[in-house]
């Protein structure tokens, strides 16, 4: 359907506002939206491949540099969820410009552990260690989160996967050698609000 058309028809919810829906809307709307989060792996694919291909000046393109931090938690006996959280830690690069650490940490959070969603989220302050004194800014920001029982392991994400993922030269896994990984992850969420438990 294009933008701004309406929906009519047994398919559709009748309401025309949220406070005059009925049982039966509901039943039709939770069909479709148990379709529409099966494809949810695919949509993250989808956007990941829009770091193709994107350099901004680095040794390697942002889709070459989630391969190589990814591989390199994987290789390192990381976890599927760690592993993917490796892999789509930056896919909010393209519309999270600002904020791109948040942007993924809110994809990724109802498929992963607290650890590995505060990993993701700050791993951007976390990052700077190695080269926000370059762009007259504080390399030491992260300590502000010293107090954090997350603190070590997003350092530690950092130093060994994410700072180290930059090598042209490295022998990265494919996109596809990582799409079970991803898709197992995102099969169901561990938690959210629109899911029950049973
Ligand atoms: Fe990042
Ligand atoms: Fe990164």
């Given at each position: 359907?294009?933008?701004?058309?309406?929906?009519?028809?047994?398919?559709?919810?009748?309401?025309?506002?949220?406070?005059?829906?009925?049982?039966?809307?509901?039943?039709?709307?939770?069909?479709?939206?148990?379709?529409?989060?099966?494809?949810?792996?695919?949509?993250?694919?989808?956007?990941?491949?829009?770091?193709?291909?994107?350099?901004?000046?680095?040794?390697?393109?942002?889709?070459?540099?989630?391969?190589?931090?990814?591989?390199?938690?994987?290789?390192?006996?990381?976890?599927?969820?760690?592993?993917?959280?490796?892999?789509?830690?930056?896919?909010?690069?393209?519309?999270?410009?600002?904020?791109?650490?948040?942007?993924?940490?809110?994809?990724?959070?109802?498929?992963?552990?607290?650890?590995?969603?505060?990993?993701?989220?700050h791993?951007g302050a976390f990052?700077g260690?190695?080269?926000?004194?370059?762009?007259?800014?504080?390399?030491?920001v992260r300590?502000?989160f010293?107090?954090?029982?997350?603190?070590?392991?997003?350092?530690?994400?950092?130093?060994?996967?994410?700072?180290?993922?930059?090598?042209?030269?490295?022998?990265?896994?494919?996109?596809?050698?990582?799409?079970?990984?991803?898709?197992?992850?995102?099969?169901?969420?561990?938690?959210?609000?629109?899911?029950?438990?049973?």
């Open positions: 359907m294009e933008a701004g058309q309406t929906a009519v028809g047994a398919d559709h919810a009748k309401f025309r506002e949220m406070k005059e829906g009925t049982q039966e809307d509901w039943s039709i709307i939770s069909k479709h939206y148990m379709e529409f989060a099966s494809d949810l792996p695919d949509r993250v694919l989808t956007h990941l491949k829009l770091l193709e291909g994107d350099f901004g000046g680095f040794p390697v393109c942002r889709m070459e540099h989630s391969l190589q931090t990814a591989t390199r938690a994987h290789r390192d006996g990381r976890g599927e969820r760690y592993v993917v959280m490796a892999l789509l830690h930056d896919i909010g690069d393209t519309l999270g410009t600002y904020n791109h650490p948040e942007v993924a940490a809110a994809i990724l959070k109802p498929f992963v552990t607290e650890q590995e969603h505060w990993i993701c989220q791993h990052q260690y190695y080269f926000f004194h370059f762009l007259g800014m504080d390399k030491d300590d502000t010293r107090d954090s029982p997350h603190f070590d392991a997003c350092a530690e994400f950092c130093e060994k996967y994410d700072q180290a993922a930059f090598d042209p030269d490295y022998d990265s896994e494919s996109l596809e050698f990582f799409e079970p990984m991803l898709r197992r992850v995102f099969a169901k969420p561990l938690s959210s609000m629109y899911v029950s438990d049973d």
